[in-house]
């Protein structure tokens, strides 16, 4: 598979998550995030191509939902969703608190 860079800076998290694939409801964690994709791990598992909608709930108290992501890859509990729909009040918040993440990274900066 070729390189290629993500359109997106992803950030480490530790942040709980639910998703929903056809009638069926997982819970797990989400580990890294961005406004394009998600890697986490949970309880549900998910198939490569499947079409799923997660809501996590972010360190800042906010609840952001993608009301459809497409898994891209899966490794044991463990997938990658990219976001294919998200609601303007979940990408506002996901957009603040993914802000707030640069400014931290660039003011412990030495």
Same mark, same amino acid.
């Given at each position: 598979?070729?390189?290629?860079?993500?359109?997106?800076?992803?950030?480490?998290?530790?942040?709980? /998550?639910?998703?929903? @694939?056809? =009638?069926?409801?997982?819970?797990? &964690?989400?580990?890294?995030? #961005?406004? !394009?994709?998600?890697?986490?791990?949970?309880?549900?598992?998910?198939? /490569?191509?499947?079409? @799923?909608? =997660?809501?996590?709930?972010?360190? &800042?108290?906010?609840?952001? #939902?993608? !009301?459809?992501?497409?898994?891209?890859?899966?490794?044991?509990?463990?997938?990658?969703?990219?976001?294919?729909?998200?609601?303007?009040?979940?990408?506002?918040?996901?957009?603040?608190?993914?802000?707030?993440?640069?400014?931290?990274?660039?003011?412990?900066?030495?």
């Amino acid at each position: 598979m070729p390189f290629s860079s993500r359109p997106f800076r992803r950030f480490p998290v530790c942040c709980p /998550v639910t998703y929903q @694939c056809g =009638l069926f409801e997982g819970h797990g &964690t989400v580990w890294n995030l #961005s406004l !394009a994709g998600w890697w986490f791990s949970g309880n549900l598992p998910l198939r /490569v191509g499947e079409v @799923c909608s =997660l809501t996590v709930n972010l360190p &800042t108290q906010q609840r952001a #939902s993608i !009301a459809a992501g497409i898994v891209r890859w899966v490794r044991g509990e463990e997938c990658g969703v990219e976001t294919l729909v998200i609601d303007d009040e979940s990408r506002e918040e996901m957009e603040q608190y993914l802000w707030q993440r640069v400014q931290e990274s660039f003011e412990s900066l030495p």
